[in-house]
């Protein structure tokens, strides 16, 4: 976990989705997987040399512009739209596969809801945020998700962080963000002026109670 700001007077969170709320290495994969065995198919190239070619082109954009892209963004180089990248998602994704109800995380949220508002930003469709906080146990603390149907863009863009924070009717300098992947869930609300913490997983958003005791 790295804290990077912590705002001295703080009313909501806004949560990254995947490898945040939870920790699953394999449901994780395959959700870069998944999509990319789909393209191959509708291709005629095998699922190893789409793979391939999907990695090389994340690697280049990462050493041309010095940030990460998107797999959406990713994809769209590809010629899949957003739209279908979204259709995809709905139908590929099962989060009841690999994931369980959390208890300790639903203590953790309900420890911090009488403090925080929260709000969810994802780069997943809202329909696939919400089947996966079901299944965690967790989908009442939820009031406000957007995701990547919502403003037709992906994080890093801005745009879905403004959205989450307009919704909340919450100054930014009164939020903290918090994901696991710096360029995507963090540096974008920290330009913002929000705060931001960056997590290596569920794991440590069980530890929020303690970090944000004096927020
Ligand atoms: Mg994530």
């Known amino acids: 976990m790295k804290v990077y700001r912590i705002p001295p007077v703080c009313s909501a969170l806004i949560f990254d989705m995947d490898s945040t709320l939870y920790t699953s290495p394999e449901y994780a994969?395959?959700?870069i997987?998944?999509?990319?065995?789909?393209?191959?198919?509708?291709?005629?190239?095998?699922?190893?040399?789409?793979?391939?070619?999907?990695?090389?082109?994340?690697?280049?954009w990462v050493k041309t512009h010095g940030e990460n892209i998107s797999l959406t963004n990713t994809f769209k180089n590809f010629g899949v739209s957003l739209e279908e990248n979204i259709r995809w998602r709905e139908e590929l994704y099962e989060p009841s596969r690999y994931l369980k109800p959390d208890p300790v995380l639903r203590e953790t949220l309900e420890s911090l809801a009488s403090r925080f508002s929260f709000a969810l930003v994802t780069n997943n469709p809202v329909s696939v945020a919400q089947r996966t906080l079901a299944v965690l146990g967790v989908v009442e603390f939820f009031t406000v998700i957007v995701g990547l149907d919502t403003c037709k863009v992906s994080k890093p863009h801005q745009a879905?962080?403004?959205?989450?924070?307009?919704?909340?009717?919450?100054?930014?300098?009164?939020?903290?963000?918090?994901g696991?992947?710096?360029?995507?869930?963090?540096?974008?609300?920290?330009?913002?002026?929000?705060?931001?913490?960056?997590?290596?997983?569920?794991?440590?958003?069980?530890?929020l109670k303690g970090i944000l005791k004096g927020a």
Do not use: H, W
């Not at 291709?43 to 990695?55: Q, V």
């Not at 963090?186 to 794991?203: F, H, K, N, S, T």
């Open 29 to 31: 994969g395959d959700q």
């Open 33 to 60: 997987d998944l999509p990319i065995r789909r393209l191959a198919r509708l291709r005629g190239r095998s699922f190893e040399l789409m793979k391939e070619d999907i990695d090389a082109y994340r690697n280049t």
């Open 180 to 207: 696991d992947r710096y360029d995507f869930d963090i540096a974008p609300p920290l330009e913002l002026g929000m705060g931001g913490i960056l997590v290596d997983g569920v794991e440590d958003v069980y530890c």
């Open 160 to 178: 879905p962080f403004l959205k989450a924070l307009e919704t909340l009717g919450i100054p930014p300098g009164e939020c903290i963000a918090l």
